[in-house]
């Protein structure tokens, strides 16, 4: 699977480590909890973003369903520890849960295309809100809560490994063969299943692993949280930022959910105080302003244009006669 991945894609995978376990090790090292609380809700945002990413930034499949994926995560982790699971184990079915729900989305809509994906997702969220909230065991409208009292430091350890774990899958996934087969479906999905590419199972793949991670990013959420609504957990806000992340930052690249998920929390913070509604108006207007703009997103037009800067230093570097 390995096959193919760069050194510069093992730099990034790296880096990308390098810099998740300095974030996970701040509650150590005497940093104030207000800027946790930043660092962390920045590696809740991306953590999203890169599931949503793999999945509709790679196959260009745009999803509304993550907030919902990342819900089932929340609200099997609480329900499976109420229940006396290890946290471990209780982990493991916040996954497998978005997992199946991935699968029962994926094989009744992803022979669609377009428009109809987009649709069939954004059912499945408000589908979701409706069932929780006639769900006895899941506490009903009134939601429920973590009966047991974990470690301040948990989640936010934990946070940091989705964050830099759904980095580290993009990279890796990018630089594969299966990477190419998915830029191939994105660039035309006619054309690469005529060539053998059998994109609808390729897709239903990448959307599990994209659930994957959604679930487990929702689930530590709901450790963070301990106490879920299903109002709240599973409102359209959080898909759309999902979504959003990645659009505005770049989407299909690993750099673009970070830049965005930095610039999303910078602008939800700013607004705390003074609007605190507003934010995501401001975030829907600049995801416009780069639709229109920047279509690629803001790090691929930085990239272009740090290329661009550095090409005609290289050119004139060349030009000149040796000594």
């Not at 990034?12 to 207000?34: D, F, I, K, Q």
């Not at 800027?35 to 920045?42: A, E, K, N, S």
């Not at 659009?247 to 929390?265: D, E, N, Q």
Request: glycine share 10%.
């Amino acid at each position: 699977m390995l096959k193919g991945v760069t050194e510069r894609s093992l730099l990034g995978v790296a880096a990308t480590l390098a810099v998740a376990a300095l974030a996970a090790a701040l509650p150590w090292l005497g940093v104030s909890s207000y800027v946790r609380t930043l660092v962390y809700y920045t590696a809740y945002f991306l953590a999203l973003g890169q599931a949503w990413n793999l999945m509709s930034g790679l196959t260009g499949y745009v999803s509304f369903a993550h907030g919902a994926l990342a819900g089932i995560g929340a609200y099997a982790v609480v329900i499976a520890m109420n229940a006396d699971l290890p946290l471990w184990l209780a982990l493991i079915c916040a996954i497998g849960a978005s997992v199946l729900a991935s699968l029962v989305i994926g094989m009744t809509s992803l022979r669609l295309r377009g428009i109809a994906f987009t649709f069939a997702t954004l059912f499945f969220q408000e589908l979701v809100l409706l069932v929780v909230r006639k769900l006895s065991f899941a506490g009903g409208p009134g939601g429920i809560v973590l009966q047991e009292i974990l470690p301040i430091w948990l989640p936010h350890v934990l946070m940091m490994a989705a964050a830099g774990g759904a980095t580290v899958i993009l990279l890796l996934i990018k630089r594969t063969r299966l990477g190419v087969r998915v830029l191939a479906i994105k660039d035309d999905e006619t054309a690469a299943t005529a060539l053998g590419i059998d994109a609808t199972r390729l897709k239903l793949a990448l959307f599990a692993v994209s659930a994957g991670i959604a679930g487990f990013t929702g689930a530590v959420h709901g450790l963070f949280a301990s106490s879920l609504f299903p109002n709240v957990v599973f409102a359209i806000d959080l898909s759309i930022v999902a979504l959003a992340v990645p659009l505005i930052g770049g989407a299909g690249t690993a750099m673009g959910p970070v830049a965005g998920a930095l610039l999303y929390v910078v602008i939800r913070e700013a607004l705390q105080v003074i609007a605190p509604g507003l934010h995501l108006t401001i975030v829907g207007l600049l995801l416009l302003a780069v639709i229109l703009f920047m279509r690629d997103g803001i790090v691929p037009v930085l990239a272009r244009q740090w290329a661009r800067g550095k090409a005609p230093a290289r050119t004139a570097a060349a030009g000149e006669p040796g000594i």
